[in-house]
């Protein structure tokens, strides 16, 4: 079995990735052979353990350019995700921490099956550390908690959104 692994760093630094490297160690110990594609402006250099793709982006900043502009180096690099796709022959391909819905486009597109991680919380967490006011962890799952644990100001949008996903 191969599974190409999409990730935004590719160097042992902090939590998420380091869960990334530990997830690579132990499925190549099981036989699983891994790709990597990763930024070439995050990563501390191919390791030479497994087979690295490197490319100019991942996470395109959206909110620093235009829509055109976007649109433009995004579709570059979807052309670049299918290029890696179409040579590596995945089984599966692992989305680790990913928020670019071109990457998650030229995933599904392929039609391999689509494995995604949220490692870190600030992906999905309105305080980025999943803690509380109080700094004690949270136990309650994005949602309504967010607006009663005092997360999240109740602004009318926020409500709207956060009842609806509860």
């Known amino acids: 079995m191969k599974v190409l692994h999409v990730c935004s760093f590719y160097q042992p630094f902090g939590g998420a990735e380091k869960l990334l490297f530990s997830v690579l160690d ?7 052979e891994n790709a990597v594609l990763a930024p070439a402006s995050q990563m501390a250099g191919a390791t030479g353990r497994r087979t690295e793709h490197f490319v100019d982006f991942l996470e395109y900043p959206f909110s620093r350019a235009d829509l055109l502009t976007g649109i433009r180096h995004n579709t570059r690099l979807m052309t670049a995700v299918h290029r890696v796709i179409d040579s590596e022959r995945p089984d ?17 597109d ?3 099956p689509l494995v995604r991680n949220v490692h870190d919380p600030r992906l ?41 996903m509860a």
């Open 26 to 32: 132990l499925l190549e110990a099981r036989g699983v």
């Open 110 to 112: 392929s039609g391999i």
């Open 92 to 108: 599966v391909i692992h989305l680790h921490n990913q928020q670019n819905p071109f990457i998650y486009k030229a995933c599904t």
């Open 124 to 164: 999905y967490c309105p305080t980025n550390w999943r803690l509380l006011p109080d700094e004690s962890l949270c136990p309650h799952p994005f949602g309504r908690a967010c607006i009663t644990e005092g997360c999240v100001k109740p602004t009318a949008g926020n409500v709207k959104h956060l009842a609806a």
